[in-house]
């Protein structure tokens, strides 16, 4: 039934989860034609390494640069639509007792699938506020027309300190939202299956999650197209993209008799 062959225990276990805790990275939108953090960027921007303008310092030095590359992409989630595992996962809340969406990810693409109470570990890139004063700011609807792929844009000032504003996300070296990361570490701690879609686990304090939930005694369950070795008794990899094993395992999970 789901093409890659599966044992018996996990088959049972899945059948029988009560308490699920989906925690999703870039991956889980590459199939809506967003590109994920690590892949190489295109075009104008190629010269550009993700990691280098995701930073405090970066904004601070050069802010055209770095917003222009947040205007270009909050235009190409916009444009996006959700995709048929974003679609799974916010359905999968009817299968299960307790469901909780731990993203990674900076769009909303979750929020537009449906799932309600999505944790945003890194923040949202349409949450915009002050660099200076923390203030949120509202940008206008008519800003995205203006920014092309490779552009530098000037960010808007604050209306009360006159600081830049910047995208709502968290740059490295940046806590986490107040809260976020309790209260996923929590549901991780006490769920029986937590699916790794699309992450390369090599960001923490998120990277932490998946673990505790396996030392909690959960299952953990990746899904990704490279290749994961399983290094526990109740860790599985499935390989291949989210949006063909998501709905797969949507017909499995929760589907007990009683
Ligand atoms: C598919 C697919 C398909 C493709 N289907 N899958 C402990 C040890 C070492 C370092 C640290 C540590 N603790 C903290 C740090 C420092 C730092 C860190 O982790 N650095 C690492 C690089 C080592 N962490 C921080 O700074 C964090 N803050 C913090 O710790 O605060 C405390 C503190 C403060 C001050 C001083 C000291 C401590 C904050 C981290 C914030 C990360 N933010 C970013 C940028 C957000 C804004 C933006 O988007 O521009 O978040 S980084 C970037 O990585 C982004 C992502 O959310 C995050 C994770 O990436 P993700 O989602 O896994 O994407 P990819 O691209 O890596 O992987 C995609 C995967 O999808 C791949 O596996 C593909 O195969 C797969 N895939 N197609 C399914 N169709
Ligand atoms: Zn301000």
Known sequence: MMGQAMDPDWLAAMRRVRRAVVFTGAGVSAESGIATFRDALSGLWARYDPASMATAEAFAAEPDLVWGWYQWRLRQVAEAQPNPA????????????????????????????????????????????????????????????????????????????????????????EMLPDGAFEQALDAAGKCDLLLAVGTSGQVYPAAHIPQHALASGAWLVHVNPDPIAPRAERERALQGPAGHWLPQLLELIGDVDD
């Open 86 to 173: 974003h679609r799974a996962i916010a359905a999968l809340a009817t299968r299960v007792e307790q469901l909780t969406v731990v993203t990674q990810n900076v769009d909303d693409l979750h929020e537009r699938a449906g799932s309600c109470e999505v944790i945003h570990l890194h923040g949202s890139l349409s949450a915009t506020r002050c660099f200076d004063c923390a203030r949120p700011h509202q940008l206008p609807n008519d800003v995205l027309a203006e920014v092309a792929e490779g552009q530098r844009v000037s960010p808007p000032q604050c209306g009360f300190c006159g600081g830049w504003i910047r995208p709502g996300v968290v740059w490295f070296g």
